[in-house]
């Protein structure tokens, strides 16, 4: 099952399109890809973060809660979401790494 299918539409559908959403496959051609699944790897990460957050204050004992088993599981689902989101356009942190990346590869050492 994909991951995005259980959270709602506006978490994951993206408002505009990222500024990595190539418009021809050329731009996709000179793309660092290391440098590019290493930024949505970082994003995937913060987003992940954020969503355990969000998690704390749920309860464990309510009458539609997962039990033990669900608070065992929790942290691969929340990492889960973060990978899908970023997958799938995430909220812009990945372009921002990436161009940091770029740079500090470019400055004189």
Known sequence: MDALAALPAFIHTPA??????????AADETRD?????????????????????????????DPFSGGPGETMFRSMLVDQYGKQMAQSGGIGIADAVYREMLKMQEMPQ
């Open 33 to 61: 890809r290391r440098a590019w699944e290493t930024a949505q790897d970082f994003e995937a990460q913060f987003v992940s973060t954020l969503f355990q957050s969000m998690y704390q204050g749920v309860g464990e004992d």
């Open 16 to 25: 505009q399109p990222p500024l990595h959403a190539a418009k021809s496959g």
